[in-house]
């Protein structure tokens, strides 16, 4: 038996093997820790047993997890989407329980020794109706498809989806009581939960934003992020002494501070907590998980595998056409949300805690959720092939787009190509042709596309990181192509394709800052446009001029750092307010170089800086500053200013100060 600094090293130690396996086959790390759960659980090798310890922090993943699904919580968002989340993802979380609970009573009939009761059904119902929102999100993401007309409808489910976990975690517990006193005791937790939510919601409001207030006023970090916790875990301790779930008093806190200035720091401070403690949470259910009892029950597993996929993803795309969605955009919909998902394993292991279904039940079930999720990337990665296949008339409507491209750009010699018409490609788009210079653009959202060409705007409805809608787009006509989005996938897709085929065709790439900027010159981008470096120009630039200083002089500098590719610019000094930043963006940090330092009277190519991926942007000696070039000699008393990715200046200041 382990001590729990033992099982804590065990579980931290394999959680982080798992995500780093399954992060090289580019799968989601959640499913690491499931895998992770199975290998090391006592129905496997036997490392670990759940524990009271494990079991605490996975339920704490949950709560965070309801937390932030409660920051991302919107009325507006959900009014703008009120059709697509009220309409299709209530009509399949609702049929798909209705399906479930048809099934199990069939199957009590059948079937009498399962012992299926309705409740169980119920429960069951509600946890298969629950899709990967992280998987599914993350693959949508990576494909560009989040504002494509079924990405949309994806998301507007997976909403629902989210908001239907509420009730259900108070349903599901209220069904293992008494079913004579079910009536009352639905009626009471209704009433437990609305007394609650109302005294959370009104009168925490007003003391959540004055409270948070207070706290901020304080400037400090560490403040901030106690209180952050202490109002979520307060939260879900009001619900649960008032016979609720720990997760719903945290989608209420969530839901509260959503409607707060401080919503975007919150999110970021709370995401390392959630991550960890959700991925213990996964573990605890992969320790669930008895291999050899699934083993022996291989062919039930596999049809409890097959049978709700098939029946999520016919139900998700009749549903999907019966609201008015073409074939294709049906199909993607119901594939792409035909897998289990996180929640679901929620209400699985709460129904299986509250004995309303067999062990037995709960063992096949969950591992065919699991293989599910396993499978979902799979699908979601072979969608377009699946629709083509499977739809007869899916093929002529993928065809007649990509004719109408060409229709459109078939008299254009010399134009750009716009890849993204939001803002900034509108803004290249009006410019373009005030100059008398023809473009077309390709957007991946319908409604804008619809808007533009009304307009008389030159774009079709495509995707520029397909080979298809690039020769349609009369890429081996253009003049350029200009990337108007900030993704580095999708642009280093895009000029992969390019250099493919028009080798010699410039492509211009916008990018958020220089973090990227590199590695998108190394594939084959023309220019890289830094957003926030040029933002940082152009203010520069104007403050100069108004200063008095020539605007020759200014035009010089500018086109300078340009250039220089913005060397001079790159990487800033962080202070405690860049706690959220990302690691990998480049920073600046000043090091004091003592008598003792092992770097001093070296030269600056001597310490092999640069292969820890930093470099010297300047030294301070005395009150004036010192030319850098390799040749460049340290000494003692001087302030080097080391500049990389927060590992690359922790290991270029062990490097210089050892």
Request: aromatic content about 6%; proline content about 3%.
């Amino acid at each position: 038996m382990f001590s729990p600094l033992e099982l804590t090293l065990l579980l931290l130690g394999s959680a982080v093997l798992g995500v780093v396996a399954f992060r090289m086959m580019h799968l989601p790390p959640m499913l690491g820790y499931l895998a992770v759960g199975i290998i090391i659980g006592p129905h496997a090798l036997g490392l670990a047993e759940q524990s009271e310890a494990s079991h605490i922090l996975a339920e704490f993943g949950v709560v965070f997890l309801m937390f932030s699904i409660g920051l991302e919580f919107s009325l507006p968002k959900l009014m703008a989407m009120r059709n697509i989340v009220f309409g299709l993802g209530m009509a399949q979380v609702a049929l798909t329980i209705v399906a479930a609970m048809g099934l199990g009573w069939i199957l009590s009939v059948q079937l009498p020794n399962l012992h299926i009761g309705w409740q169980a059904s119920f429960a069951l119902g509600g946890a298969l109706a629950m899709s990967s929102t992280a998987i599914v999100v993350k693959m949508l993401t990576e494909r560009l498809e989040l504002e494509s007309e079924h990405g949309r409808k994806i998301i507007g489910v997976l909403l629902f989806q989210d908001l239907a976990v509420v009730p259900l975690l108070i349903l599901i517990p209220s069904l293992a009581k008494n079913p004579d006193d079910l009536a009352e005791t639905l009626a009471w937790a209704a009433g437990k939960a609305t007394l609650v939510l109302v005294l959370l919601l009104f009168v925490g409001q007003k003391l959540v934003r004055g409270w948070f207030t207070i706290v901020v006023k304080r400037r400090s970090q560490e403040l901030f992020m106690l209180n952050l916790l202490l109002i979520t875990l307060g939260a879900a301790w009001i619900t649960e002494k008032a016979g609720l779930s720990m997760a719903l008093g945290a989608f209420v806190a969530g839901m509260l501070i959503s409607e707060t200035e401080y919503k975007h720091q919150v999110e970021e401070d709370i995401k390392p907590f959630r991550d960890v403690l959700l991925g213990l949470f996964f573990i605890n259910v992969g320790m669930l998980l008895n291999v050899s009892l699934v083993i022996a029950n291989w062919w039930l597993v596999l049809v409890l595998l097959a049978g709700p996929v098939l029946l999520k993803f016919a139900l998700i795309a009749g549903l999907a056409k019966l609201f008015g969605s073409s074939d294709g955009v049906s199909m993607r919909t119901g594939l792409a949300l035909a897998q289990a998902g996180e929640f679901g394993f929620v209400l699985l292991n709460l129904a299986g805690g509250m004995a309303l279904m067999d062990p037995f039940i709960v063992q096949v079930v969950l591992a065919s959720m699991v293989l599910s999720m396993l499978l979902a990337p799979f699908i979601i990665a072979q969608s377009d092939n699946l629709v083509m296949k499977i739809s007869s008339n899916e093929w002529m409507m993928q065809s007649l787009a990509l004719t109408k491209i060409a229709t459109r750009t078939m008299a254009q010699q010399k134009h750009v190509i716009v890849a993204g018409f939001g803002r900034s490609g509108q803004s290249l788009a009006t410019l373009l042709t005030e100059e008398n210079i023809a473009y077309h653009a390709l957007d991946l959202d319908p409604e804008r596309v619809q808007e533009a060409q009304t307009a008389g705007a030159s774009v079709s409805y495509g995707d520029a990181g397909r080979r298809e809608s690039l020769v349609a787009a009369g890429i081996y006509r253009a003049s350029a192509v200009v990337i108007t989005y900030a993704s580095t996938p999708s642009a280093l897709r895009v000029l992969h394709l390019v250099h493919e085929l028009a080798p010699t065709l410039p492509v211009i790439v916008r990018s958020h800052d220089d973090t990227d900027l590199d590695r998108l010159k190394a594939a084959g981008a023309a220019e890289v446009v830094p957003e926030l470096m040029e933002g940082s120009l152009m203010l520069a630039s104007h403050a100069l001029v108004m200063l008095g200083v020539p605007l020759r002089r200014v035009v010089h500098r500018v086109q300078a750092a340009r250039d220089a590719r913005y060397a001079s610019l790159r990487g800033w000094f962080h202070g405690a307010s860049d706690a959220g930043e990302d690691a990998d963006l480049v920073r600046l940090h000043s090091i004091p170089l003592g008598e003792n330092a092992s770097c001093i009277g070296k030269r600056i190519r001597e310490l092999g800086l640069r292969g820890m991926g930093a470099d010297i942007a300047s030294i301070r000696r005395g009150k004036g500053g010192v030319n850098v070039t390799g040749d460049t000699e340290l000494e003692a008393g001087d302030v080097v200013v080391v500049r990389g990715s927060a590992d690359a200046v922790a290991r270029a200041e062990s490097q210089l100060l050892a």
